[in-house]
């Protein structure tokens, strides 16, 4: 990272950015300062140039909501879901994270933006992602970007979160999130993986909730049309 802007290019005009402790905590409801989320939430809104952001609460699952230029004014609270996925240029697609891995997606005329922890990540949230993005129109080659997220040089789990993998823990209990993703979205057939690599536990530019505990505010991870 070494100060740089996390800010990347996806196929057409689609951009994903991911923001870090200095951004603010974005979220509302969790962590120190989230009475200030909805004036962080805002500041990002005006960086990416995007008419409004589009968000909703996240359970680690793998639904992942379509929206299109009817779709309601929805709000933390109202949507549930991990991903979301449009082809309606100035709308930013958000998730919020804290050691989970937020994921961007883009082809030509659709991006999408994923939140995957190891629980979306065992139900198929890339997958999902991938289909949508499909579905909406993407076409061509996608582009994926792995963001910050719990490193495997951190990220400590017990051997329930192997198995759900299908993976065997032996004398390691670390487990590599990007390299399950990878692994997943190589299988959808996206041809470019850019990998964020900063680890939330140990760099202490990110919120962390293994680090932090309840304190922890949430980073974010944004994916636009321009």
Do not use: K
Request: charged residues 25%; contains cysteine; glycine residues 16%.
């Amino acid at each position: 990272m070494n100060g740089e802007e996390l800010l990347f290019e996806l196929p057409g005009a689609g951009r994903a950015l991911f923001t870090a402790r200095a951004e603010g905590n974005l979220s509302s409801t969790q962590g120190d300062s989230s009475e200030s989320g909805e004036r962080a939430r805002e500041a990002l809104r005006a960086r990416t140039g995007a008419r409004r952001l589009a968000r909703a609460r996240q359970v680690h699952g793998s639904d992942v909501h379509v929206w299109t230029a009817e779709s309601p004014r929805e709000d933390e609270g109202g949507l549930v879901g991990d991903g979301h996925v449009t082809a309606v240029p100035s709308l930013g697609l958000t998730v919020l994270t804290a050691d989970c891995m937020p994921v961007a997606l883009g082809s030509a005329g659709a991006v999408a933006m994923l939140h995957a922890g190891w629980r979306g990540l065992a139900g198929g949230v890339l997958e999902h992602g991938v289909e949508a993005l499909q579905d909406v129109g993407g076409a061509g080659e996608i582009v994926a970007i792995l963001g910050p997220c719990a490193g495997a040089c951190c990220y400590e789990v017990g051997p329930e979160v192997h198995e759900a993998f299908g993976l065997q823990a032996g004398a390691a209990r670390n487990l590599d999130l990007r390299a399950i993703a990878r692994e997943r979205l190589q299988g959808t057939g996206v041809s470019e993986i850019v990998d964020v690599r900063a680890c939330t536990i140990c760099d202490e530019r990110f919120f962390s909730h293994r680090r932090e505990g309840t304190r922890a505010g949430r980073q974010g991870g944004v994916a636009w049309l321009s």
